[in-house]
Structure formats: structure tokens, C-alpha cells
């Protein structure tokens, strides 16, 4: 009896984890293969999302349409220093494509040169063309790359704009810490949710940054999270 209530809990505490878990595949070389698995994969595990490249939308937007599975894709990424009319139109094309959701990489280059009104009406013109569509946006500030000053600024501007969440980086330069999720939460207000990503490849890793303060979990290892592969 001991031994099924434990499974009954460790089931329960699955299904929990799976709803925050952003599956993601952003890889250059996935082919629509390799896209096709990944969607079954995601449709098996009852993952909250999926986070893919803009070139793939339409295609996951139709293998998902009958899911309760969000299509989420990435714009500006990896580095972010496109400039602003190239991210609207990113935006504007993902959207149309079917995405459900936008995560856009900040201006790195230009919040490191204190230019931080450009960074606002960058983030601003983004966050616009998503509210007009009624999608969220969430902005990736790229942590590892920033000082703890500059997390700071970065959340004061996004709380101005209103941004719907702060996304911690891309996994490109370093992971999500503690930390840095205890720092962003500290900083905005309670209606600015949270995504972290980067390096996160354990239950018990994600289960620390959600009691941080983190709404959503971008990993490409959802699957290790969910501890399904043993069972």
C-alpha cells in the first residue's frame, strides 16, 4: 500500500512538472524528421509548449493543431543585435505562421552601451505588435552575459514596458542559476512571469528554480525531467 501511494504521489508531482516544461529544439541542422519526433515526443510527455525555429512554425503549428500543446518560437535569437524593424518583423511573420507565443532576445550589445531608451522602444515596438495579436511575449535578457546591475535594469525596462515574462538566456553562453531567478524575481512585479532555461537537465534542478520563482521551464531534456524514460 506504501509502495502505490508513493507512485500515485510521484505521478501526480509528473503530471505537475510536465505543465511548465517548454520543450525545445532550436538546433540548425534538425530536419522536419527530426521536428516530427520531437512533436510526438512532446504530444507523449503533455508538455506545456514547445520552443521552435521560425522556419518550422507552419510545420509544428499543423502536426500540433489538434494538441493543447503551444507553438512557441524565438525571435532576434541567439545574440539579439538585430535591429529593431527586423525583430518586428520576425514577430509579425512567426505570428502569422501560428505561433502562440514570442520569445524575443533582448539588445545585449545595446544595454551593455548604456543605451537603454533603445532598448525600451525596442522591446516596446515587439511587445506592441504582440498585444495587438493578444500572444505573449516574453524577452530573453541573456543572465550569464550580465551583471547583477544589469539584470536589474533589464527587469526595471521590461517592467515598464510590461512585458508578460523575462526569459533568463538562451543556453548559448551559460545556464539559468538560482540566483539569477531570485534576482529577477525580486525586481519585477508579481503580474511579469518567469522562464528559465539553459542547462537545465534534472528534476530536482527544476523543481529548486520553480520554488525561486520560476512560471515556466525551457529545456531541450524534458523527457529527463519527468524521469519517464524508467518507468
Same mark, same amino acid.
Given at each position: 500500500m506504501v509502495k502505490n501511494i508513493k507512485i500515485v504521489m510521484e505521478q501526480a508531482e509528473t503530471i505537475n512538472l510536465a505543465k511548465y516544461i517548454e520543450q525545445t529544439l532550436l538546433n540548425s541542422d534538425t530536419s522536419k524528421t527530426k521536428m516530427e519526433e520531437f512533436c510526438n515526443e512532446a504530444i507523449k510527455y503533455g508538455f506545456y509548449a514547445v520552443c521552435i525555429p521560425p522556419?518550422?512554425?507552419?510545420?509544428?503549428?499543423?502536426?500540433?493543431?489538434?494538441?493543447?500543446? @503551444?507553438?512557441?518560437?524565438?525571435?532576434?535569437?541567439?545574440?539579439?543585435?538585430?535591429?529593431?524593424?527586423?525583430?518586428?518583423?520576425?514577430?509579425?511573420?512567426?505570428?502569422?505562421?501560428?505561433?502562440?507565443?514570442?520569445?524575443?532576445?533582448?539588445? *545585449?550589445?545595446?544595454?551593455?552601451?548604456?543605451?537603454?531608451?533603445?532598448? @525600451?522602444?525596442?522591446?516596446?515596438?515587439?511587445?506592441?505588435?504582440?498585444?495587438? @495579436?493578444?500572444?505573449?511575449?516574453?524577452?530573453?535578457?541573456?543572465?550569464?552575459?550580465?551583471?547583477?546591475?544589469?539584470?536589474?535594469?533589464?527587469?526595471?525596462?521590461?517592467?515598464?514596458?510590461?512585458?508578460?515574462?523575462?526569459?533568463?538566456?538562451?543556453?548559448?553562453?551559460?545556464?539559468?542559476?538560482?540566483?539569477?531567478?531570485?534576482? *529577477?524575481?525580486?525586481?519585477?512585479?508579481p503580474k511579469i512571469k518567469i522562464k528559465a532555461s539553459g542547462g537545465i537537465k534534472d528534476k530536482e534542478f527544476a523543481k529548486k528554480l520553480i520554488e525561486a520563482g520560476a512560471d515556466r521551464i525551457g529545456t531541450s531534456s524534458g523527457h529527463f525531467l519527468l524521469d519517464l524514460k524508467n518507468k
Open positions: 522556419y518550422y512554425v507552419k510545420f509544428v503549428k499543423n502536426i500540433l493543431k489538434k494538441e493543447n500543446i @503551444k507553438v512557441v518560437s524565438v525571435v532576434g535569437f541567439p545574440l539579439g543585435y538585430q535591429l529593431t524593424p527586423v525583430k518586428v518583423e520576425e514577430t509579425k511573420k512567426a505570428l502569422e505562421d501560428g505561433a502562440d507565443e514570442i520569445d524575443a532576445v533582448m539588445n *545585449i550589445a545595446a544595454l551593455k552601451s548604456r543605451e537603454f531608451d533603445y532598448v @525600451k522602444e525596442s522591446i516596446d515596438a515587439v511587445t506592441t505588435l504582440c498585444r495587438l @495579436k493578444s500572444k505573449p511575449l516574453k524577452i530573453i535578457i541573456e543572465t550569464p552575459l550580465l551583471s547583477d546591475e544589469e539584470i536589474i535594469k533589464a527587469c526595471e525596462i521590461c517592467t515598464e514596458v510590461g512585458v508578460d515574462f523575462i526569459k533568463t538566456c538562451t543556453g548559448f553562453f551559460g545556464g539559468v542559476t538560482l540566483e539569477h531567478v531570485q534576482l *529577477i524575481r525580486k525586481h519585477v512585479p
